[in-house]
């Protein structure tokens, strides 16, 4: 623990932000060092450079589910391409990947996000099709704004009825250290990010997960630290606190690595194995059990 002068949760979150800050050196020199033994197939679904997703073909295809991955990035950064090692490792576990890009603010405002990440599911699922894929078991994950995305995707009917999404192939969602609520007591960092993303005067809760949250049959993990340094676990609290009120089976997952910050459960952890890392481990036994 690093020390602190100050008492009491202040100083926890405090600590857990530096220890989140101090985390990027070691992750990105781990990132160099990662093997990449997939070479994906990208493909645009739209005219921005940014509005294309990564297929990733396993070596020796083990399951059947397809894994929908959306990225994360405080919404403004971030890339499949950058995020490779991401789906090396799902599909070194044997499961066909698609990797969802965006387009990212302070350039492009919300709802232009969720725009992108329908069409993209879309025409992904499409893309898998012409190849002779089953495409009947989808599970969808994120991390960050990954998983504000996703989730909204997969629990909004009013987003899924205004972009033409059709869920009934979705068979489950993970997410990663979602902010699935704009709580008035956020990080400072957070309210910039989420400052960036929605234009002035809208309505926050247009965009707001937990505001839009339906019932719908897809069950969900949350995988949620108490120590991330920059999303409360309280907004993983709230979210799976109204599934649980609308009748959907909800696992809400503490981190248990000791590397609990955000940015190393949400990414880095893709760079270890199930052994050493048991948050991992528990993402791949849940999409063999779901």
């Known amino acids: 623990m690093i020390p602190c002068v100050f008492k009491g949760v202040e100083c926890q979150i405090m600590n857990d932000s530096l220890r989140e800050n101090l985390s990027y050196f070691g992750i990105y020199r781990r990132l160099i060092k990662n093997k990449r ?11 921005d450079k940014q509005q294309y997703f990564l297929y990733y073909e396993p070596e020796e295809v083990k399951s059947e589910k397809i894994i929908v991955w959306v990225h994360g990035g405080g ?4 890339s499949p391409a950058f995020f490779d090692f991401v789906g090396q490792r799902i599909a070194g576990e044997g499961y066909r990947m698609i990797s969802v890009g965006y387009r990212l603010s302070i350039k492009y405002k919300y709802p232009c996000q969720i725009r992108d990440v329908c069409v993209a599911y879309k025409a992904a699922l499409k893309y898998l099709k012409g190849k002779g894929i089953d495409t ?5 994950c994120g991390p960050s704004a990954g998983a504000h995305l996703t989730s909204i995707m997969c629990y909004s009917t009013a987003v899924q009825k205004r972009y033409d999404v059709d869920i009934s192939n979705i068979v489950g969602f993970v997410g990663w250290g979602g902010p ?13 990010l989420v400052g960036q993303l929605f234009r002035k ?23 949620q ?53 048991p948050d991992l481990d528990r993402f791949f036994n849940y999409l063999e059990e779901v």
């Open 37 to 47: 033994t997939i070479k994906p197939e990208r493909v645009k679904y739209g005219r």
């Open 75 to 78: 919404w403004n950064a971030g």
């Open 136 to 140: 009947s078991k989808v599970i969808v």
């Open 180 to 192: 699935y609520s704009f709580r008035q007591d956020q990080t400072e960092t957070v309210k910039i």
């Open 201 to 223: 005067g809208y309505d926050m809760r247009n965009g707001e997960p937990v505001s839009l949250m339906k019932k719908t049959p897809i069950p969900m993990l949350l995988i």
């Open 225 to 277: 630290s108490r120590h991330d340094g920059l999303i409360q676990y309280e907004c993983a609290e709230e979210f799976a606190a109204k599934a649980e009120r609308l009748g959907i089976s909800c696992e809400l997952y503490d981190v248990r690595d000791e590397k609990n910050t955000h940015s190393w459960y949400t990414a880095g952890a893709f760079m270890d194995t199930r052994e050493e890392n």
